[in-house]
């Protein structure tokens, strides 16, 4: 079944650490995006991708690096700059042309210790 | 700054009643329009969406369009506990960038 995968579901971090979410699609999608949710809040953007090896900044890019090497992948780092890390993180995906919705991933949880 | 509106509720409503969702959106240059649902905890799921002025039905669910008014609604019909939920809005244009989501709803269905 064709759909997007984000791991871990949870995951903890250590002051002063880095991590990585994973987000990978098999819908052959070429636009990519990550969102941050806060309790009882929207959605805000972090970053999106509309080609390979290229990608921009959303509203909330502070803290967090992307790459996208491959079109079925875009993972997150959430870096140590980013002082309040706790949150829903979600990826999603869509065809870059045209008025397509975005798809949804299961979302990654993530918690400081 | 391109917006798009929801009144966070919580809105409540009996079971079996129609419940009324609205959003308004600032930019005229969206065209296309997208209803997800989301439960607590979980990632939002597409319902519906809506591209054409008027309605589209699907179901127990009708998205209605006025792009004049900029205002999309989502009305539910037969309104179940399981439609308990926050209803997210979303535009874009028609070139797929811009892609705008409101805060989002919260729906009660009072069994």
């Known amino acids: 079944d064709g759909g997007i995968t984000q791991s871990p579901k949870y995951l903890f971090r250590k002051e002063g650490q880095n991590v990585t979410l994973s987000c990978e699609q098999n819908?052959?999608?070429?636009?990519m995006y990550w969102y941050r949710q806060d309790p009882g809040q929207g959605l805000r953007l972090i970053y999106y991708?509309?080609?390979?090896?290229?990608?921009q900044k959303g509203d909330i890019a502070e803290g967090y690096s992307v790459s996208r090497e491959k079109k079925e992948s875009f993972p997150l780092t959430v870096t140590s700059a980013q002082k309040n890390p706790t949150a829903f993180y979600l990826c999603?995906?869509?065809?870059?042309?045209?008025?397509?919705?975005?798809?949804f991933g299961d979302g990654t949880r993530l918690s400081i210790l | 700054q391109k917006e798009v509106e929801q009144n966070s509720g919580p809105l409540s409503v009996p079971e079996g009643a129609i419940a009324s969702l609205n959003c308004t959106y600032s930019d005229r240059g969206s065209q296309s329009f997208f209803w997800y649902r989301q439960y607590s905890g979980k990632s939002p799921e597409l319902i519906m969406f809506i591209y054409s002025n008027g309605d589209k039905e699907d179901g127990r669910f009708t998205a209605q369009l006025n792009k004049a008014s900029q205002y999309v609604s989502l009305l539910i019909r037969d309104s179940q506990p399981s439609d308990s939920a926050t209803y997210l809005c979303?535009?874009?244009?028609?070139?797929?960038?811009?892609?705008?989501f409101g805060p989002g709803t919260r729906l009660s269905v009072l069994p």
């Open positions: 991708s509309q080609i390979v090896n290229d990608f």
């Open positions: 979303a535009s874009t244009d028609n070139y797929g960038q811009n892609f705008v």
């Open positions: 999603a995906s869509k065809p870059a042309a045209g008025n397509q919705p975005q798809h």
């Open positions: 819908l052959n999608h070429d636009a």
